[in-house]
């Protein structure tokens, strides 16, 4: 197989898996009603379901495409990939609602890898003059994932079962797999700074986290109570230590 061939068939295994990724945030919120009733729990408790998909994916996005520059992309992406296929797996068959919460946010730590070192992975395996095409077609791809995720977990949750929404991941993800480490090559970032900002890192998480649950939250408890204000200033202390602690120069 020619070179061309082999980065088409990565590049389909790359936008699988961003598919899979983009999709995953918005695929479950209709089946929210059926999970409630499944569990026979609170509206409130089965908020979280989505919630820590949230608080998790926003809070690891940087550092994990810090991880990729660093150790290799292909490796963190297969390992993270290999994470939100398991966890796929126990969502769907998890006898409790803390269980299905604890495996959504290991979804989400698989899911940030997805969103993030897939795209430059992609960028890599094709000509510079290429790059704006295949931006392109990333975009429509996760585009599409976010308007279909509604339309496909609605017809899953009425005429299957609300668990195979998190089955579906378990095919494609292993189809993504097998063309990413039979296609794709290691991909580094030569000019990274190899050292790890263990206190910005865990600021900045802290940061994306409180502001996130502010956000979400804010029209339960109101954006002007105590409650919410002191997140938001939580998130912007944090915010400011963490541009404190990152390194001038790389």
Not at 143 to 160: D, H, K, M, N, R
Not at 186 to 209: H, K, M, P, Y
Request: glycine share 10%.
């Amino acid at each position: 197989m020619n070179n061309k061939k082999k980065a088409i068939w990565g590049f389909i295994g790359l936008l699988l898996v961003g598919f899979m990724g983009n999709l995953d945030y918005s695929i479950v919120t209709v089946a929210l009603p059926s999970i409630q009733e499944h569990f026979n729990t609170s509206l409130n408790n089965i908020m979280w379901v989505n919630l820590i998909f949230s608080l998790v994916g926003t809070s690891i996005l940087i550092p994990m495409a810090k991880l990729g520059d660093m150790f290799g992309r292909k490796k963190v992406l297969l390992f993270c990939l290999s994470i939100f296929v398991i966890s796929s797996a126990m969502c769907g068959i998890s006898p409790s609602l803390p269980i299905l919460i604890l495996g959504r946010g290991l979804q989400a730590l698989g899911t940030s890898a997805l969103m993030t070192i897939s795209i430059p992975l992609a960028l890599d395996i094709f000509p510079h003059e290429k790059r704006n095409t295949i931006a392109g077609i990333w975009g429509g791809v996760s585009g599409l994932a976010v308007a279909a995720g509604p339309s496909l977990g609605g017809y899953i949750t009425e005429y299957i079962n609300w668990k195979y929404i998190f089955f579906i991941n378990l095919p494609l993800g292993l189809i993504g797999f097998i063309l990413i480490f039979r296609f794709i090559k290691e991909s580094f970032d030569q000019n990274c700074n190899r050292q790890i900002d263990f206190i910005g890192s865990i600021t900045l998480a802290v940061a994306l986290s409180t502001f996130t649950y502010a956000i979400t939250k804010g029209n339960e408890f109101g954006f002007t109570s105590k409650k919410i204000l002191i997140l938001f200033i939580i998130s912007a202390i944090s915010v400011s230590y963490t541009h404190l602690t990152l390194p001038t120069k790389a």
